[in-house]
C-alpha cells in the first residue's frame, strides 16, 4: 500500500472540502459562502484544485492531472512531503550532500533527523548500505554542483530503497536529450518527481512548483496542503506563459549559449582552477581563492554564491548564467 509510506495520521484525514471546493463556480451563481468581498477584481478565493493550470501542465510533462499537485513553489512540496512522511526526533531523511540546501532546512525545522551520503568525486550518487530513512532527495541536475545524476543509478536506487524517492528535477529544462525520470513514475509507484516553473520559465516571483507521483500518493499530499496555496493572479499568469513554450525554448537556449561562452573565458582566467560540467543555468568553479573572488565580485556589485564550505566543493563558487552584460561583468571583475 503507497499509503503506508505516509504518517498514520496522515493517512487517515479526511479528504480536504472546501465550499468552494465541492462546487465549480461560475460568474452566475451568487456566491456567498466564503465570506469574500462582492467587489474586486481579486475577490475571489483561488481555485483550490488549480485545475486549468494542472491541465495544462499535464499536457506539457506528459503526465495526468490526477499525478500533479501544484505548491507555492517547489519549497512548499518539500515541506510537505517531509512533515507527512516522517516523525520529529524519530525518523530521517536521506540526502546526498553536497545539495540543495532546502531538504535540511526543512527537516530541522520539524526535528527530523537527515542522514547524509555524499556524492562522490564525480558528483554521482554512490549504492551503499541500505538506508531505513523515509525520504529520500536527489537532486537531478544538481544544485549546486550542476551536473544530472544517472539515470542508470537512479534507477539502482529505486529498486533498494523502500522508503519514498524524491527525485528535484528544478533545472531538467536546461539539461539536453531526454533526461527526465517521469517516465519511470509507472513502473516506480514510490518515485515523486518535483518541478518548478521558477527556473527555466523565469516564473520565481509567481511561487509555483509542482510533485508528479503517482494519484494515491498526490491524494494524500492533497489533504494536507493549504487550500488557496496558489493565488489567482499566480495561476492566470502561470497559465499565459505555458502558452507559449516556445518562448521558454528559445531562453533556455540564449542561456547555454551564454553558458558556454562564460566557460570559455573563465578557462583563461588564471585565478580560476576548475570549471565543473553544468547540465543546469550556473556554473560551479573551483578558484585559486574563492573568498578573495567572491568579494571582489562582491565589491563590484556582482553577487554570486559562494559554496566553498560545502562538502567537496571547497574554493568554489556557483555563479548563475546571466545576461551577456552581466557575465561580461563577471569576467570584466575577476580578470583584473
Ligand atoms: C531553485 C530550486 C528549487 C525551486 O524552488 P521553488 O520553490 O519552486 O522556487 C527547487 N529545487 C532546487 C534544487 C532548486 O535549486
Request: avoid cysteine.
Given at each position: 500500500m503507497l499509503s503506508e509510506l505516509f504518517l498514520p495520521y496522515i493517512r487517515l484525514l479526511a479528504p480536504y472540502s472546501s465550499a468552494r471546493g465541492e462546487y465549480q463556480a461560475s460568474a452566475k451563481e451568487v456566491l456567498l459562502?466564503?465570506?469574500?468581498?462582492?467587489?474586486?477584481?481579486?475577490?475571489r478565493y483561488p481555485d483550490p484544485q488549480q485545475a486549468r493550470l494542472k491541465q495544462a501542465l499535464s499536457i506539457i510533462w506528459r503526465v495526468s492531472p490526477a499525478q500533479l499537485i501544484l505548491g507555492n513553489g517547489s519549497d512548499e512540496l518539500i515541506d510537505l512531503l517531509v512533515r507527512s512522511t516522517c516523525r520529529s526526533g524519530v525518523d530521517s531523511i536521506l540526502t546526498f550532500p553536497p545539495t540543495y540546501g532546502m531538504y535540511k532546512v526543512v527537516a530541522a525545522i520539524n526535528g527530523i533527523n537527515v542522514e547524509e551520503q555524499c556524492l562522490n568525486e564525480s558528483f554521482q550518487i554512490k549504492l551503499r548500505s541500505l538506508s531505513k530513512a523515509k525520504l529520500a532527495f536527489i537532486c537531478s541536475p544538481n544544485n549546486p554542483t550542476g551536473n544530472l545524476i544517472c539515470k542508470s543509478r537512479i534507477i539502482q536506487f529505486l529498486d533498494s530503497f523502500s522508503g519514498l524517492t524524491v527525485v528535484d528535477e528544478a533545472y531538467v529544462d536546461f539539461a539536453l536529450g531526454e533526461q527526465s525520470v517521469v517516465a519511470l513514475l509507472t513502473r516506480y509507484p514510490r518515485l515523486v518527481v518535483l518541478r518548478t516553473l521558477s527556473k527555466a520559465w523565469g516564473l520565481a516571483g509567481l511561487r509555483i512548483g509542482a510533485a508528479l507521483a503517482a494519484p494515491e500518493i498526490i491524494n494524500v499530499l492533497c489533504r494536507i496542503k493549504?487550500?488557496?496555496?496558489?493565488s489567482t493572479p499566480g495561476q492566470e499568469l502561470a497559465l499565459r506563459a505555458l502558452d507559449e513554450p516556445e518562448r521558454m525554448r528559445r531562453t533556455v537556449q540564449r542561456i547555454l549559449a551564454e553558458r558556454e561562452r562564460l566557460v570559455g573565458r573563465l578557462a583563461t582566467?588564471?585565478?580560476?582552477e576548475q570549471i565543473f560540467p553544468s547540465d543546469s543555468n550556473f556554473l560551479l568553479v573551483r578558484f585559486k581563492d574563492a573568498d578573495k573572488a567572491y568579494e571582489s565580485l562582491k565589491s563590484a556589485g556582482v553577487i554570486v554564491r559562494n559554496r566553498s564550505r560545502e562538502p567537496s566543493c571547497s574554493n568554489c563558487l556557483r555563479i548563475t548564467i546571466g545576461s551577456p552584460e552581466q557575465n561580461d561583468k563577471v569576467i570584466e571583475v575577476l580578470r583584473c
Open positions: 459562502d466564503a465570506n469574500e468581498s462582492p467587489w474586486g477584481e481579486f475577490n493549504p487550500p488557496y496555496n496558489v582566467l588564471s585565478e580560476v
